[in-house]
């Protein structure tokens, strides 16, 4: 088995002489910015938020400098490239590496063996959301463009080059949720209070957008007995214990900022420009932000989605499409409309908040400039996200993706989702310690995991097929799971428990619950809502080479209240790596640097939660 992982090493490195290296720098600093009409601190990306995009070809070789200069510990996460043959690159803090101290500078190094809509991030604390973070765009070869969705849709629609076109030069609609406070605020005032901050300010599509204040006529249609009241942000208010079930949670201490105060502002919106000349338009949605769910979809155009989390599926015709945090869409849009401004929405759709954000689609070129929300036409949502009569929406289980699933497997990993106090969430039955950010990383000392309660650490050889079934125990919300190192089949959902020992014994019992011919293939997957009963959703891999890696709820503050797991994926291949000198010394001298900072008294900022997740290891 370690012979399979050193040999796909070997053979990536051979194929890296031959290839074009695409080079990058991302300096992070400190600053402020008003997105929305209101200023606050954040971190920025070449000295903007979001960042610059990153946009290279499928085969590329990628260098990528991060330098920090911020007083901060930092890293920076590839969202969804799985990395082959370059795990230490991967910048998730205890895990693959050491975090950036300030001043320090570190090089990813890797290769684009994907092509697709990915994103970066700041993978340490809740940084992400203080504006560390842009998209990656991998255009395919022209073997991925010829042989996939495109032959599909060549067969419907007549414009086969005009798709590829539009393929090639895609209008990417990153969106996020936006506050007006740090995210270390955030994170000190939910261990004071006991209150999770479920309520943002605004919603920005790249980087741009306003504050709406919802009216009371428009609120009134969303209230009803969960939520009987909502603030002027669209919020529902601390003291609802459907929402904030502890008994130790002090709505009282809460500022009212947060939930009660909300002031119109008039910035502009992103403006997106098509010509019906070119028949189609490919538009990416992508939602990098660190709470909500967001709800797309563009009046008077359907979406044809043909891809999802940069692999391409058989397309599909819907109005609408719900994107969680982290998780990206390609959609085809026909351009076929009358000259003219078309509202693009966002909407979010879930019990603690009622909020839209706004862009517009339009076919005058250099007319618009973003200062008005466009007159509805033909909408498919309403501002709480609700579907309007007539229109559909994405169901993400019934994508069919070109890659088919390993028939069986021979590891069964069951995870229990849960909630375990005010301030903690676990993946599997307790939380994830917020210190294993500032321990040595687990592919440089894999032994390591054999101090650590192994529900925290599975592991298992190279050649394995993983089944990973996501088990949301009662009064669970939806949770966007993400999987660094490589892409899964979504290859089943039930409601329920789960009472099988496995998959294949699940399935004999109910094999209208699973898809194993052409399910998603996808390196997010969106749980059940598991309010009213227990739910679960199975997952599907192929372990190719060995590596450190990690699985965690894309919600911030899930992932920092502990939701994560390390996944040690062959731990015997991976004490037989040969990490590159770079990487070795780098993380041997930012531990020395770390030790030298302890002697001299300087404190770095700590997690902030309870004592049961501050355990800190001996490493």
């Not at 949605?285 to 391409?312: C, E, Q, R, T, V």
């Not at 040690?568 to 020395?592: F, S």
Request: with cysteine; charged share 20%; net charge negative.
């Amino acid at each position: 088995m370690r012979l399979l992982g050193r040999a796909l090493h070997i053979a990536l490195l051979a194929r890296c002489i031959a290839a074009a290296t695409k080079a990058f720098s991302l300096d992070i600093t400190a600053g402020t910015s008003a997105p929305d009409g209101v200023t606050r601190e954040v971190f920025l990306i070449n000295g903007k938020t979001p960042g610059d995009p990153l946009i290279a070809t499928e085969g590329d070789d990628i260098e990528v400098t991060v330098i920090n200069h911020v007083s901060e510990e930092a890293t920076i996460h590839f969202h969804g490239i799985e990395m082959k043959g370059t795990p230490w690159s991967d910048g998730v803090p205890g895990v693959t590496m050491r975090m950036i101290p300030p001043g320090g500078t570190f090089i990813h190094r890797f290769r684009a063996t994907q092509h697709g809509l990915y994103w970066y991030h700041a993978h340490s604390r809740a940084l992400y959301g203080d504006g560390i973070r842009g998209y990656f765009l991998i255009h395919p070869s022209e073997k991925s463009l010829t042989e996939t969705a495109f032959a599909a849709l060549e067969n419907g629609i007549p414009d086969i080059q005009a798709l590829k076109t539009a393929h090639m030069n895609p209008k990417v609609l990153a969106a996020h949720d936006w506050v007006h406070w740090k995210s270390e605020y955030e994170l000190s005032e939910w261990k004071r209070t006991r209150i999770e901050f479920l309520c943002v300010d605004s919603i920005l599509i790249n980087g741009k957008g306003r504050v709406i204040c919802p009216t009371d006529q428009t609120l009134a249609p969303y209230l009803n007995n969960v939520r009987p009241e909502l603030t002027v942000k669209g919020c529902t208010l601390p003291t609802n214990k459907n929402i904030q079930p502890f008994e130790d949670s002090k709505p009282e201490l809460v500022d009212p900022k947060i939930f009660y105060q909300c002031e119109n502002t008039t910035t502009p919106l992103e403006v997106i420009e098509v010509n019906r000349d070119e028949k189609w338009a490919s538009v990416g949605l992508l939602n990098i932000g660190a709470l909500w769910d967001l709800k797309f979809s563009i009046d008077d155009h359907p979406f044809y989605i043909y891809a999802a989390d940069g692999n391409f599926h058989m397309p599909q015709k819907v109005d609408a499409v719900v994107v969680p945090p982290g998780e990206r869409y390609t959609a085809m849009i026909r351009l076929d409309k009358p000259d003219g401004d078309y509202a693009i929405r966002v909407a979010v759709q879930a019990t603690p908040q009622v909020i839209s954000g706004y862009g517009v689609l339009t076919y005058k070129k250099g007319t618009n400039t973003g200062e008005e929300i466009p007159a509805a036409n033909n909408p498919s949502i309403g501002y709480g996200g609700e579907l309007l009569p007539g229109k559909t929406q994405l169901d993400p289980i019934t994508l069919k993706s070109f890659e088919r699933p390993p028939q069986s497997a021979n590891v069964t990993l069951i995870l229990n989702l849960k909630r375990t106090s005010s301030i903690e969430w676990a993946l599997n039955h307790d939380p994830f310690s917020a210190f294993m950010e500032e321990s040595e990383p687990f592919l440089f000392y894999p032994d390591k995991m054999k101090t650590i309660d192994q529900d925290l650490v599975p592991s298992y050889p190279v050649g394995s097929v993983v089944d990973v079934v996501l088990v949301s125990n009662m009064r669970n919300p939806q949770h966007p799971i993400h999987k660094h190192g490589s892409h899964a089949w979504v290859i089943g959902q039930g409601k329920g428990n789960f009472t099988w020992s496995s998959v294949a014994e699940a399935q004999r019992e109910r094999p209208e619950l699973f898809n194993l011919v052409n399910p998603p293939y996808r390196d997010g997957f969106l749980t059940l809502s598991a309010f009213s009963e227990p739910a679960f959703l199975v997952i599907r891999y192929l372990v190719t080479e060995p590596s450190a890696t990690f699985m965690h709820c894309h919600i911030n503050i899930h992932s920092y209240g502990g939701m994560a797991v390390v996944l040690m994926e062959d731990p015997e291949g991976i004490r037989g790596l040969q990490i590159p000198e770079y990487y070795v010394k780098w993380n041997a001298e930012a531990h020395d640097q770390e030790q030298a900072r302890k002697r001299k008294g300087v404190a770095r900022r700590s997690p902030t939660l309870t004592p049961r997740l501050n355990r800190v290891l001996a490493w």
